[in-house]
């Protein structure tokens, strides 16, 4: 191959180099094109639904419900439309029937304060709602509302021997929804204020069996309300958790433990609670119950007290509580026992 040949091949080889190398760059260069979501733009009005899951007797807040675009023909006639309802006005009804998470909230699924079966469906299910009295002493002088959570406290006063009494308190139960206080279901409100008003009765929502309690307690002593903090069942729901008493399932979904964690928080309870007496409060009042003093119709039996019955003539003798010896005197025998706190008490007379 002369020269002439091989100079023309370096410069076709060095031309073909130059041209890929700037079709590479051209390539490398050029922005891929995006693929943009066409915006949606709403085609049909607002309506009302539910911003989460609303069971049964919830009461309507203004974070459940909100306004959502909807298509035009899927509108019905009881839906609630942006620019024709006042969501204030909505505010305080009962949710009648169950309604899911993004669903429509319609006319008929919500109950109005003074509607027939109003209080009926602001119930949970299983409870009961019952009224005890209060005044402006015992009802946290008016400012119980609905919505709010309370404790029930009896005082009482129980007389012992010989008229000596033992005043006491005791909170009999705790965390129970105020449904009404008189015959309002809602907070009454002028000016954007709240107006307190005392309240001659209050309707607790509580189960059947607290029902019960409740209507004995009123026939012992007197009924006081007792107002919970909002953060009180945050707290009680806590240490709930940290005592087992508690128990979420591991494989929960976040909504079935939202459902727990909420039904648990709106318990009450009838548990056993803490109890004052007179000697907590003044020094010159009894801790307990004094002592009944046992007498017998023979002779006294000088210092002897304990929780002996006193002994009634003509009545059987009690039986006695310890040993029992027996005391001849000539052709006469009695049996007498020997009590626990070493008082002789007469068992019954034997034969001549």
């Known amino acids: 191959m002369d020269r002439k040949k091989l100079v023309l091949l370096l410069v076709a080889l060095a031309i073909a180099v130059g041209t890929a190398m700037v079709a590479r760059s051209m390539f490398a260069g050029a922005a891929a094109p995006q693929a943009e979501a066409a915006p949606v733009v709403p085609t049909g009005p607002k309506v009302l639904v539910a911003q989460r899951a609303l069971p049964a007797g919830t009461i309507i ?12 023909e899927m509108v019905a006639d009881a839906y609630f439309l942006e620019g024709e309802s006042d969501i204030s006005k909505l505010l305080g ?14 006319q008929g699924s919500l109950v109005s304060p003074g509607d027939r079966g109003f209080l009926a469906a602001a119930l949970s ?3 009961r709602a019952i009224t005890v009295p209060v005044s402006a002493q015992t009802g946290v002088a008016g400012f119980v509302f609905p919505g709010d959570r309370v404790d029930i406290m009896l005082t009482q006063e129980v007389t012992g021997v010989e ?13 129970l929804r105020v449904l ?15 107006v307190v008003r005392e309240s001659r009765t209050v309707t607790l929502e509580v189960t059947p069996k607290m029902a019960e309690k409740i209507a004995v307690a009123e026939t012992i002593g007197q009924l006081s309300l007792s107002l919970r903090s909002l953060t009180d069942n945050q707290s009680d729901l806590e ?3 940290a005592s087992g008493d508690i128990a979420i399932p591991d494989d929960a979904t976040p ?7 909420r039904r648990a928080m709106a318990r009450p309870e009838d548990k056993v609670g803490s109890f004052s007496t007179g000697g907590d409060v003044s020094r010159f009042q009894r801790s307990s119950i004094p002592p009944q003093v046992a007498r017998d119709s023979g002779p006294q039996q000088m210092g002897v007290t304990g929780p002996v019955q006193p002994v009634v003539a003509g009545a059987p003798a009690a039986a006695p509580s310890g040993p029992t010896i027996r005391i001849m005197r000539g052709k006469q025998t009695d049996a007498v026992g020997i009590a626990k706190n070493g008082a002789a008490i007469p068992s019954g007379a034997g034969s001549r």
């Open 61 to 72: 807040t203004a974070e459940s419900i909100g306004f959502q675009s909807w298509p035009a």
């Open 93 to 106: 009804t009962v949710v009648r029937h169950p309604i899911t998470a993004g669903e429509p909230v319609t």
């Open 125 to 127: 299910p299983g409870m």
């Open 163 to 175: 008229g000596q009494a033992l005043k006491a308190s005791e909170t009999i139960m705790r965390n």
């Open 180 to 194: 009404a206080t008189d015959q309002s279901t809602s907070q009454e409100t002028e000016n954007g204020k709240t």
């Open 239 to 241: 240490s709930a958790l």
């Open 255 to 261: 909504e079935q433990e939202e459902r727990l964690l």
